[in-house]
């Protein structure tokens, strides 16, 4: 079949596109970001495209061409600049929809998410809710997938989880008896391949959640044991409070913290498997037989230890330059500053610019690092500082390499900081 693939990039695009591809189907891959389609796919077609740019039909007319079968993968878990639910979840999707019933697409299989029913009140069921009524009014056939929690390889929800149960406390929410239906990416894929497969005419929602529940708190413990480590320390905090914390979850780059996400949680994410055990003709596989069963590898047991050393990281990073740009400044002697200077060839009203304009340089980048989203470039900027900083101490004031505090010695481990943190930057998914 001809397959146009959307949110190909993504971690359910991704393992969809493989496994379809495998089957001999030929694909075209939409994704804002090709590079990603190119790492895993020499064969699709890759259409570089902007769901936030293609909210009318006639937009998606050009990409319909001989297309047998529209998937429609693309999600956020919390919205950002530039990405909302509205347009992601919504405007776009049904754009598509109609632009596929106009050109005579036989049949379009949408992913959307549990909770996207009557009782949706986020503003992300809502917008999946919206998306899926559009679809189910028109006149191809249709296939509404509505999965629980997704884990699998490169899931990540699961890395999360796997962050939150390495942490030497567990926190849980009102708790932790959140109760979640987690379902293998391959059980999703799988159904997506048995609509594929479908010859009468469908038109079905299908909730896709694994065979067992599991409550938040017993996830949390089965993962840590995973993990190779002893029972933690476990406290239980309020969702009010819960909520509040989670402000800080934008700064830290981790979407799964927000008020809204923490209502979700609180909702829970189950339904029966009845259906979903039908379809396949065998139940989901359970966590026992693919996550369980396996010790979590080295490269899981440092990505959950270093999932949140990233935001600390960048707060050390900050309050390093703001308290250097202070001390500058207001605490140590302007005297003892303006020596150091002389020593580096630097005097009369040239001293005191170079004093307090690195000063608020330091502030600034310090005021930066906490502020700015697109952080890389502002790492290699520092980066470029302190070897300037190093070397032209180095050759001023070379017994600065002597002294027993050692305040140059220390841009070393600062380098390689920077350096660190701008690979654990470069890693987010």
């Known amino acids: 079949m001809n397959i146009l693939l959307t949110g190909a990039g993504g971690f359910i695009g991704r393992h969809i596109l493989q496994f379809l591809e495998q089957q001999g189907h030929h694909l075209a891959a939409c994704s804002r970001s090709p590079e990603k389609i190119q790492a895993i796919s020499s064969q699709c077609s890759v259409l570089h495209s902007d769901f936030t740019d293609m909210t009318e039909a006639s937009a998606w007319l050009p990409h319909l061409k001989n297309i047998d079968v529209v998937i429609n993968c693309v999600g956020i878990i919390a919205e950002s600049k530039g990405q909302s639910f509205l347009s992601l979840h919504a405007e776009a999707p049904m754009a598509l929809f109609k632009a596929a019933e106009q050109v005579g697409v036989k049949k379009v299989i949408q992913i959307s998410a549990l909770g996207a029913d009557e009782s949706a009140k986020s503003a992300y069921h809502l917008s999946k809710k919206a998306a899926d009524d559009v679809l189910r009014t028109l006149s191809l056939d249709w296939y509404v997938i509505q999965p629980?929690?997704?884990?699998?390889?490169?899931?990540?929800?699961?890395?999360?989880?796997?962050?939150?149960a390495a942490l030497p406390v567990l926190t849980l929410i009102d708790g932790g008896n959140q109760l979640l239906?987690?379902?293998?990416?391959?059980?999703?894929?799988a159904t997506v391949t048995l609509c594929l497969k479908q010859q009468s005419h469908a038109r079905v929602t299908i909730p896709v959640v694994g065979p067992d529940v599991i409550s938040f708190k017993a996830l949390m413990r089965r993962l840590r044991q995973r993990l190779g480590k002893k029972p933690a320390i476990e406290i239980s905090v309020s969702k009010k409070t819960a909520k509040r914390f989670s402000l800080f979850g934008k700064w830290m780059a981790e979407p799964v913290f927000t008020p809204e996400n923490i209502e979700m949680l609180a909702r829970g994410n189950t339904a029966p498997t009845d259906e979903i055990?039908?379809?396949?003709?065998?139940?989901?596989?359970s966590p026992a037989q693919v996550l369980w069963r396996l010790p979590a590898n080295q490269a899981e047991r440092w990505h959950a230890a270093l999932y949140f050393l990233r935001p600390v990281l960048r707060l050390s990073i900050a309050f390093l330059w703001v308290w250097?740009?202070?001390?500058?400044?207001?605490?140590?002697?302007?005297?003892?500053?303006?020596?150091?200077?002389v020593a580096s060839g630097i005097d009369g009203i040239a001293a005191p610019i170079m004093l307090y304009g690195l000063a608020i340089m330091d502030i600034a980048l310090g005021l930066a690092t906490l502020t700015v989203s697109k952080i890389r470039g502002l790492m290699f900027f520092q980066i470029i500082i302190v070897l300037l900083y190093t070397v032209t101490i180095s050759f001023t004031l070379p017994e600065f390499w002597l002294h027993p505090f050692g305040p140059v010695l220390k841009n070393i481990p600062l380098l390689v900081t920077l350096i660190v943190y701008m690979i654990l930057d470069g890693e987010k998914p």
């Open 148 to 164: 629980s929690v997704v884990y699998g390889s490169g899931a990540q929800s699961m890395a999360l989880f796997h962050a939150l």
């Open 324 to 341: 250097s740009g202070w001390v500058s400044i207001f605490l140590f002697p302007n005297e003892l500053s303006y020596q150091f200077l």
């Open 277 to 285: 055990s039908r379809f396949l003709g065998r139940l989901p596989q």
């Open 181 to 189: 239906q987690p379902v293998h990416v391959s059980d999703l894929v």
